[in-house]
Nanobody
Framework: QVQLVESGGGLVQPGDSLRLSCAAS????????MGWFRQAPGKEREFVAR????????YYTDSVKGRFTISRDNAKNTVFLQMNSLKPEDTAVYYC??????????????????WGQGTQVTVSS
């Protein structure tokens, strides 16, 4: 059974940093593109970042470029999202997702095969 388990969320102040982790099990991790999405209250789920199976390609939505960094450790079946200079508008539930295929992947959530339960990130003073 495939499981994606996020951790690392919390309540922080504007300008602070957080590092999210997503531990995957039950799948051949290195055969999957891994992505992070988020959903704020009253809004649709949106793409945040994704990383190719090898880690050689990373892609971000414009609003987080230069602040967030996605990375992966295929030996530990884990993907990370380092979030710096957090803003109140980053407040959301953050989900990791897995998309099968050794490719650059997609920003469309419909392309992802597996999802985690989410971790809450709240940025507030």
């Amino acid at each position: 059974q495939v499981q994606l388990v996020e951790s690392g969320g919390g309540l922080v102040q504007p300008g602070d940093s957080l590092r999210l982790s997503c531990a995957a099990s039950g799948l051949a991790f290195s055969f999957y593109v891994m992505g992070w999405f988020r959903q704020a209250p009253g809004k649709e789920r949106e793409f945040v970042a994704r990383i190719s199976w090898s880690g050689g390609g990373t892609y971000y939505t414009d609003s987080v470029k230069g602040r967030f960094t996605i990375s992966r450790d295929n030996a530990k079946n884990t993907v990370f999202l380092q979030m710096n200079s957090l803003k109140p508008e980053d407040t959301a539930v953050y989900y990791c997702a897995a998309q099968f295929g050794r490719s650059s992947g997609s920003a469309s959530d419909h392309s992802y095969n597996y999802w985690g339960q989410g971790t809450q990130v709240t940025v507030s003073s």
